[in-house]
């Protein structure tokens, strides 16, 4: 489980996208969108583009999404996912089986 304080726009969300076996998924040519909705929501909270992380090549299967303002402005705990569009158009949704878990920690002041 991943976490942030709310009205924080950094550390960036960094993600490893690995296949089924365990190897990391090939971006190149790729686009990669972010999603992230509270866990009692239907309505997503984050809808945006994710970029390769700038510290890793593309090849590796890192992402990075970084926060805009107001991304993390309401604490609580949310589903995160990272959607792939293939050069070829096929779509990957990212982890496969249950979505990750997010939490806004609210702030003390």
Do not use: C
């Not at 984050?46 to 990075?64: I, L, M, R, S």
């Not at 990212?94 to 979505?99: H, L, M």
């Amino acid at each position: 489980m991943d976490w942030i304080k709310q009205g924080d726009t950094r550390p960036y969300l960094r993600k490893r996208l690995l296949d089924g076996e365990g190897a990391a998924v090939d971006l190149t040519g790729a686009t990669v969108r972010f999603h992230m909705r509270g866990v009692d929501e239907t309505v997503a909270k984050v809808d945006d583009f994710a970029v390769p992380d700038a510290d890793q090549v593309t090849n590796e299967g890192w992402v990075e999404y970084r926060w805009a303002t107001g991304d993390t402005d309401t604490a609580g705990r949310y589903y995160t996912e990272w959607e792939v569009t293939y050069s070829d158009g096929t779509v990957q949704t990212f982890p496969t089986a249950a979505p990750d878990v997010l939490t806004i920690e609210g702030e003390l002041a």
